[in-house]
C-alpha cells in the first residue's frame, strides 16, 4: 500500500500510509484505538463504507501489480483473507461444513442435471480430507466432524483460520486481534501457527495491542499513530518501551486550568470500590479496587475492550456486578442504579441515545425525569400519595429554560424533542439531567464521542467548570488518551479488565503505553 | 401552489386515516340528511356508542405507554367485568347498586388477573401482542366452561331446559339495564344527550391524562419510551409493565359492564373473543401507534370509529339490501390494525 490517505467529512484519519508485506513474513501492525488501522483494513478489502464516505487516494498492489478491490468478494479472489475478531462461524454446523461453507465439493445428481448446478449433492469425503488438511497444517488436533457449538474459544479461532487458508491461492492473511480471547497457551499455539503458515510462503499482517506477542513473532513491526506511520522496525532493533512510547508518543499542553481552592487530597476519600466485578458485554471488569478523592477529576483509560466503560456502568449498576461500593463510607448495593442515583452519583452514558436520552421526548421531561423519579424533585407534593404526586410544570420549564442558558443548548425551545439535537447538544441535556440531580460524585462516560471537534472542547471545559466551580467530583472514562491527559487530576488505567496503574497525567508516554498494554504490574 | 401545500400540511397534521374516516363520515351524514333519516337520532346513537365503548378503548393507553403494546389481552379484563356482572345479577341487585356492586367485584378480580397476566408478558419481551392475543382466546375458551358449571341459580340467568348453565345472552333490562344511559339526559339542540354515561366516560379519561402526568405516570412511560434509560433512572421497568397490565385490564372490566350496561345484554362464552380489536382499531384510528399514546388519541379515535359504525348501518339500510355496516367495520378495524402493525410508528 502506498500513500493511502483517507478523510471521513474532513476528518483525515489516514495520512500517506505506506504499509508492505513480504510473502513469508509476519508483519506487525500496532497502534491506539482510533490510530487508523481499521479504517486501512477497510481499504484492503474494499469494504463499501470506504467508497460511501469518498473512496481514498493511494495505490494498493498485490504481487507486484496494482488492484483496485472494489468488495471484500473481489479481495478474497484475489488471495486476501480475513480472520476476524469475533467469529464468523455457523455454530449448528460441523468443523468441515464450517471450513467448505459455499465452496463445497459436489457431485451431480439426478436433480441437478434437470435444475441446476446448486442443487447438486454435498462430496463429503473429499470435503472432510480438505477441511483436514488445513487443520493439519496449523498443527491442531481437533475433529473435522465436531459441531462448532460448544468447542473452547482458541478451537473456534483455529477453524476460522482454517477456513482462510483452505481457501486455494491465499497469499495474504490479515489477523484482527487474533490473540484477544485466547488463554496463554492457546496464544500461543496460534502464534506457533501463524509461523507454519508463513513457512508455506503466506503473507501475514497481525494487528494487535499484544506489543510483547508482535516482538515475538513479527518479522517486522509498523507503528501506526492518528493515521500515520511513525516507525517501522525490525524486533531486534527495538524494545516493548520504544514501541510503547511510538505508540502514545505526543506531548499534551495542560495549562489554562484554573486553580481549586483546595486541591484534593487522600485523607478526603468520597468512593471507594473493592474486588469490583461487572458483567458488560464487551466490557468485563474482573476486580477492580479504587479510590477516588473528593474534588479531583479521575481519568479511567485504557484500551477498547479492557473493561474501563464497565467500571461506571458497574459502579452505578446498570450491569450485573459484584464486590463492595462505599459512597461517604455508605456501603451501596451493586445492581441497584437508584440506590447510587440516591447517594448522589450521576451517570453520563457512553451510549448517548441508548441509554441517556428518550430521544422523543421534550428536552425539559429528558432533564427532569431522573431527578423527578429519584428525589422527588419537580414535583407538586402530595403528602396522601407521594407516587402520585403531580409534575410541577412550571419548575420544570424553568430549570430548563436556565439549563438551556446556562449550558448554551442550541435548540428551538424546551419542548423540542431531542432526537433531532445534534450530538454535543444532546450531550448537555444529559449534563443538565444529571445536574438536576444535584450530584457530588459525576462519572461520566466517552464524553465526546460523536461530537464534532469544536464542540468537544466546550464539553470538557464544562466538565472542568463543574468541578472547579461547583465542586463536584468527576470520573471521566475516555478512550481519547489527551482528553484524560487535559483534564484529569490522576489516570487510572484497566487492562484485562483489572487495574494495571495509576499515573500523573503528565506521565511520559512510553509509561501510558506500557501500562495500557499491561506490561506494568503496579497498584498505586 | 400555497394552498397546495398548506393543504398538506392539515393533512399531515390530521392524519391520513383521520382525513379519510372523517371524509367518510362527512358522505355518511350527507346521504342520512338526503335520504331524511332523523338526524338527532343518529347523533344520539353515535354518541351513545362512542360513550359506552370509550373505556374499552382507554385501556389500551397504559400498555402502549409502558412499552407492552396494544393489548390484545383485553378479554381477560372482559371476563372478570363479567363474573361481576353476573354475581351482581345473580343476587337481584338493581339500578346503581347492581352496577356498582358488578364493579366492585370486577375490579379486585381484573386486578389480580392482571398481575398474572403481566408477569407472563413480562416473560415474552418484544412478543406481547401475539402472546396477547391467544392469551385473550384463551381465557375466553376456559370461562366458557365456568360459564356452564359456575354455581349460578337465578332462572333468569340460567338455561330453561335442564336447569343448569348460564344461558349465551342475558337481559339485563330487569337488573341494571340502562341506569347510566338513563341517568343526566339533556337534550342539546335536539339532541338527546346521555349525560350520565358521557360524564362517565371522559371522567375516566380525566383520571387517565393525570395519572400520566404523575411521578409514577411518567415513570411507566419513560419505561416504555426507552428501558434503558427508565432502568438507569432507578424505574423497575419490569413492575411499570405489570402496573401497566393492570390497569389495562381493570380498565377492561370496568369497560364491558359499562358496555353491557349501555347495551342492555351480557353476552357470554364467544362474544369476548375479539373484544379486543375493536378498541385496537379505534385508538389506532385516533393517532396512537403501537408505541405511544395519549388520551386524546382514544377520545377522537372512539368518537370517530364508533359514530362510523353507528352511523353506517342506518345509511347503508337505506342505499341497499342488507347489513352492510358489519362488513365495514371488519374492513376497518382489520384494515387499521394492520395499517399500524406495519408503519409501527403509527399515524402521529
Known amino acids: 500500500?502506498?500513500?493511502?490517505?483517507?478523510?471521513?467529512?474532513?476528518?483525515?484519519?489516514?495520512?500517506?500510509?505506506?504499509?508492505?508485506?513480504?510473502?513469508?513474513?509476519?508483519?506487525?501492525?500496532?497502534?491506539?484505538?482510533?490510530?487508523?488501522?481499521?479504517?486501512?483494513?477497510?481499504?484492503?478489502?474494499?469494504?463499501?463504507?470506504?467508497?460511501?464516505?469518498?473512496?481514498?487516494?493511494?495505490?494498493?498492489?498485490?504481487?507486484?501489480?496494482?488492484?483496485?478491490?472494489?468488495?471484500?468478494?473481489?479481495?478474497?479472489?484475489?488471495?486476501?483473507?480475513?480472520?476476524?475478531?469475533?467469529?464468523?462461524?455457523?455454530?449448528?454446523?460441523?468443523?468441515?461444513?464450517?471450513?467448505?461453507?459455499?465452496?463445497?465439493?459436489?457431485?451431480?445428481?439426478?436433480?441437478?442435471?434437470?435444475?441446476?448446478?446448486?442443487?447438486?449433492?454435498?462430496?463429503?469425503?473429499?470435503?472432510?480430507?480438505?477441511?483436514?488438511?488445513?487443520?493439519?497444517?496449523?498443527?491442531?488436533?481437533?475433529?473435522?466432524?465436531?459441531?462448532?457449538?460448544?468447542?473452547?474459544?482458541?478451537?473456534?479461532?483455529?477453524?476460522?483460520?482454517?477456513?482462510?487458508?483452505?481457501?486455494?491461492?491465499?497469499?495474504?492473511?490479515?489477523?484482527?486481534?487474533?490473540?484477544?480471547?485466547?488463554?496463554?497457551?492457546?496464544?500461543?499455539?496460534?502464534?506457533?501457527?501463524?509461523?507454519?503458515?508463513?513457512?508455506?510462503?503466506?503473507?501475514?499482517?497481525?494487528?494487535?495491542?499484544?506489543?510483547?506477542?508482535?516482538?515475538?513473532?513479527?518479522?517486522?513491526?509498523?507503528?501506526?499513530?492518528?493515521?500515520?506511520?511513525?516507525?517501522?522496525?525490525?524486533?531486534?532493533?527495538?524494545?516493548?518501551?520504544?514501541?510503547?512510547?511510538?505508540?502514545?508518543?505526543?506531548?499534551?499542553?495542560?495549562?489554562?486550568?484554573?486553580?481549586?481552592?483546595?486541591?484534593?487530597?487522600?485523607?478526603?476519600?468520597?468512593?471507594?470500590?473493592?474486588?469490583?466485578?461487572?458483567?458488560?458485554?464487551?466490557?468485563?471488569?474482573?476486580?477492580?479496587?479504587?479510590?477516588?478523592?473528593?474534588?479531583?477529576?479521575?481519568?479511567?483509560?485504557?484500551?477498547?475492550?479492557?473493561?474501563?466503560?464497565?467500571?461506571?456502568?458497574?459502579?452505578?449498576?446498570?450491569?450485573?456486578?459484584?464486590?463492595?461500593?462505599?459512597?461517604?463510607?455508605?456501603?451501596?448495593?451493586?445492581?441497584?442504579?437508584?440506590?447510587?442515583?440516591?447517594?448522589?452519583?450521576?451517570?453520563?452514558?457512553?451510549?448517548?441515545?441508548?441509554?441517556?436520552?428518550?430521544?422523543?421526548?421534550?428536552?425539559?421531561?429528558?432533564?427532569?425525569?431522573?431527578?423527578?423519579?429519584?428525589?422527588?424533585?419537580?414535583?407538586?407534593?402530595?403528602?396522601?400519595?407521594?407516587?402520585?404526586?403531580?409534575?410541577?410544570?412550571?419548575?420544570?420549564?424553568?430549570?430548563?429554560?436556565?439549563?438551556?442558558?446556562?449550558?448554551?443548548?442550541?435548540?428551538?425551545?424546551?419542548?423540542?424533542?431531542?432526537?433531532?439535537?445534534?450530538?454535543?447538544?444532546?450531550?448537555?441535556?444529559?449534563?443538565?439531567?444529571?445536574?438536576?440531580?444535584?450530584?457530588?460524585?459525576?462519572?461520566?462516560?466517552?464524553?465526546?464521542?460523536?461530537?464534532?471537534?469544536?464542540?468537544?472542547?466546550?464539553?470538557?471545559?464544562?466538565?472542568?467548570?463543574?468541578?472547579?466551580?461547583?465542586?463536584?467530583?468527576?470520573?471521566?472514562?475516555?478512550?481519547?488518551?489527551?482528553?484524560?491527559?487535559?483534564?484529569?487530576?490522576?489516570?487510572?488505567?484497566?487492562?484485562?479488565?483489572?487495574?494495571?496503574?495509576?499515573?500523573?497525567?503528565?506521565?511520559?508516554?512510553?509509561?501510558?503505553?506500557?501500562?495500557?498494554?499491561?506490561?506494568?504490574k503496579e497498584a498505586s | 401552489m400555497d394552498v397546495r401545500g398548506s393543504l398538506s400540511r392539515f393533512a399531515q397534521g390530521v392524519g391520513i386515516p383521520r382525513l379519510l374516516i372523517g371524509l367518510f363520515l362527512v358522505f355518511l351524514f350527507v346521504v342520512a340528511y338526503i335520504q331524511k333519516l332523523p338526524m338527532a337520532m343518529l347523533l344520539n346513537g353515535a354518541l351513545v356508542r362512542t360513550a359506552m365503548n370509550g373505556i374499552l378503548v382507554l385501556a389500551m393507553v397504559p400498555t402502549i405507554q409502558a412499552g407492552v403494546g396494544l393489548n390484545f389481552g383485553l378479554p381477560v379484563g372482559v371476563v372478570c367485568g363479567l363474573v361481576g356482572a353476573l354475581l351482581a345479577m345473580e343476587h337481584n341487585l338493581r339500578g346503581f347498586t347492581g352496577f356498582g356492586t358488578a364493579l366492585a367485584i370486577g375490579i379486585p378480580l381484573a386486578a389480580v388477573a392482571g398481575l398474572l397476566y403481566g408477569q407472563l408478558l413480562n416473560r415474552v419481551k418484544g412478543q406481547e401482542m401475539m402472546v396477547g392475543t391467544y392469551v385473550g382466546f384463551s381465557v375466553v375458551a376456559g370461562m366458557s366452561v365456568f360459564w356452564l358449571l359456575g354455581p349460578f341459580r337465578n332462572p333468569e340467568m340460567i338455561w330453561v331446559v335442564g336447569g343448569s348453565g348460564l344461558r349465551y345472552t342475558l337481559t339485563l333490562s330487569n337488573h341494571y339495564g340502562h341506569v347510566l344511559n338513563q341517568a343526566l339526559n339533556f337534550r342539546l339542540l335536539g339532541v338527546l344527550i346521555p349525560g350520565g354515561l358521557v360524564l362517565f366516560y371522559l371522567s375516566f379519561c380525566l383520571l387517565m391524562a393525570v395519572f400520566l402526568r404523575t411521578r409514577v405516570g411518567m415513570a411507566m412511560s419513560a419505561a416504555g419510551s426507552n428501558p434503558a434509560f427508565a432502568a438507569a433512572s432507578g424505574i423497575s421497568v419490569d413492575n411499570m409493565r405489570l402496573l401497566a397490565v393492570v390497569l389495562s385490564t381493570v380498565l377492561g372490566a370496568v369497560g364491558i359492564v359499562v358496555y353491557a350496561q349501555s347495551f342492555g345484554f351480557l353476552q357470554l362464552y364467544v362474544a369476548p373473543m375479539f373484544m379486543a380489536f375493536p378498541s385496537v382499531a379505534a385508538i389506532l384510528i385516533g393517532g396512537a401507534s403501537t408505541r405511544r399514546a395519549s388520551v386524546l388519541n382514544v377520545i377522537v379515535g372512539a368518537l370517530l370509529f364508533h359514530t362510523m359504525l353507528a352511523t353506517a348501518l342506518p345509511v347503508t339500510r337505506t342505499l341497499m339490501e342488507g347489513d352492510i355496516s358489519e362488513v365495514a367495520r371488519i374492513i376497518v378495524s382489520n384494515g387499521m390494525i394492520l395499517y399500524a402493525l406495519t408503519r409501527g410508528r403509527g399515524g402521529n
Open chain 1, 1 to 520: 500500500m502506498r500513500g493511502v490517505t483517507k478523510e471521513f467529512h474532513g476528518n483525515r484519519v489516514l495520512n500517506r500510509v505506506n504499509l508492505d508485506v513480504r510473502p513469508g513474513e509476519i508483519h506487525g501492525l500496532v497502534g491506539e484505538n482510533g490510530a487508523g488501522k481499521s479504517t486501512l483494513m477497510n481499504i484492503l478489502f474494499g469494504m463499501p463504507v470506504i467508497r460511501e464516505t469518498g473512496g481514498f487516494q493511494g495505490e494498493v498492489f498485490l504481487g507486484g501489480q496494482q488492484v483496485h478491490v472494489k468488495s471484500p468478494f473481489e479481495a478474497m479472489s484475489l488471495g486476501v483473507g480475513m480472520v476476524h475478531q469475533e467469529f464468523m462461524l455457523l455454530p449448528g454446523f460441523n468443523v468441515t461444513e464450517n471450513i467448505k461453507l459455499n465452496r463445497e465439493a459436489t457431485r451431480p445428481n439426478l436433480v441437478s442435471r434437470l435444475a441446476g448446478e446448486r442443487l447438486r449433492t454435498l462430496d463429503v469425503p473429499p470435503m472432510r480430507a480438505d477441511a483436514r488438511a488445513a487443520i493439519d497444517r496449523l498443527g491442531l488436533e481437533i475433529d473435522e466432524w465436531l459441531p462448532v457449538a460448544g468447542m473452547p474459544v482458541g478451537h473456534m479461532q483455529f477453524v476460522e483460520i482454517a477456513r482462510e487458508i483452505d481457501k486455494t491461492g491465499i497469499r495474504l492473511l490479515v489477523f484482527d486481534e487474533p490473540t484477544a480471547v485466547l488463554t496463554e497457551s492457546e496464544a500461543a499455539q496460534m502464534l506457533g501457527a501463524l509461523k507454519r503458515l508463513t513457512a508455506a510462503g503466506v503473507g501475514v499482517l497481525l494487528i494487535t495491542h499484544r506489543l510483547e506477542e508482535v516482538l515475538e513473532v513479527a518479522d517486522r513491526i509498523t507503528v501506526l499513530r492518528d493515521g500515520e506511520v511513525v516507525a517501522t522496525r525490525a524486533p531486534a532493533e527495538t524494545s516493548l518501551e520504544q514501541l510503547a512510547e511510538l505508540m502514545v508518543g505526543r506531548k499534551v499542553e495542560r495549562g489554562g486550568l484554573p486553580a481549586r481552592a483546595r486541591e484534593p487530597g487522600p485523607e478526603d476519600r468520597i468512593l471507594q470500590v473493592r474486588r469490583l466485578t461487572v458483567q458488560m458485554p464487551g466490557e468485563r471488569v474482573r476486580g477492580i479496587d479504587l479510590d477516588v478523592y473528593r474534588g479531583e477529576i479521575l481519568g479511567i483509560g485504557g484500551l477498547a475492550g479492557h473493561g474501563k466503560v464497565g467500571i461506571a456502568n458497574g459502579i452505578m449498576g446498570l450491569y450485573p456486578a459484584t464486590g463492595e461500593i462505599s459512597k461517604d463510607g455508605r456501603q451501596l448495593t451493586p445492581g441497584r442504579p437508584r440506590e447510587a442515583l440516591a447517594a448522589g452519583l450521576a451517570f453520563l452514558s457512553e451510549d448517548r441515545r441508548g441509554v441517556g436520552l428518550l430521544l422523543d421526548e421534550s428536552l425539559e421531561l429528558n432533564m427532569a425525569l431522573t431527578a423527578m423519579q429519584v428525589k422527588g424533585a419537580f414535583l407538586r407534593p402530595n403528602p396522601a400519595l407521594p407516587a402520585l404526586s403531580l409534575r410541577d410544570e412550571r419548575a420544570v420549564r424553568s430549570f430548563a429554560e436556565r439549563m438551556i442558558k446556562e449550558l448554551d443548548i442550541r435548540c428551538r425551545g424546551p419542548e423540542q424533542v431531542v432526537r433531532r439535537l445534534s450530538g454535543g447538544n444532546q450531550q448537555k441535556v444529559c449534563v443538565a439531567r444529571a445536574l438536576a440531580l444535584e450530584p457530588d460524585l459525576l462519572l461520566v462516560s466517552e464524553p465526546t464521542r460523536g461530537i464534532d471537534v469544536g464542540a468537544k472542547s466546550l464539553v470538557l471545559d464544562l466538565l472542568v467548570r463543574l468541578n472547579r466551580d461547583l465542586g463536584m467530583t468527576i470520573i471521566m472514562t475516555s478512550s481519547e488518551l489527551v482528553e484524560l491527559q487535559k483534564i484529569c487530576d490522576r489516570i487510572a488505567l484497566v487492562y484485562g479488565g483489572r487495574l494495571a496503574g495509576i499515573l500523573p497525567p503528565e506521565a511520559p508516554a512510553a509509561e501510558f503505553g506500557l501500562t495500557m498494554a499491561g506490561k506494568r
